[in-house]
């Protein structure tokens, strides 16, 4: 019985991880479009690299937090 759940909880870590992937794909496509509503095309690569030095900033503050919140809840964060 314990293959199965294991097999359960493998399979159920492999959908959320492409769901996720799938979630943040069509995220990128919203952002770059209501960036190119900002900044129109042709300003060159700069505002590009603005753009993914915001989002990388944002993402290890939101992982940093929930390594945080796994810690407090008594599990172990693996940042």
């Known amino acids: 019985m314990g293959d199965r759940a294991s097999y359960l909880a493998t399979m ?3 959908f959320s991880a492409a769901f996720g992937v799938i979630a943040a794909l069509a995220w ?3 952002i770059t479009d209501l960036i190119h509503q900002w900044l129109p095309a042709g300003k060159g690569i700069i505002p590009e ?3 993914a ?3 990388t900033i944002i993402a290890v503050i939101v992982m940093v937090q929930m390594g945080k919140a ?3 809840a008594g599990g172990k964060s693996v940042i």
């Open 12 to 14: 159920i870590a492999l």
């Open 28 to 30: 990128n496509a919203a």
């Open 49 to 51: 690299f603005i753009y």
């Open 53 to 55: 030095v915001i989002i």
């Open 70 to 72: 796994a810690e407090r």
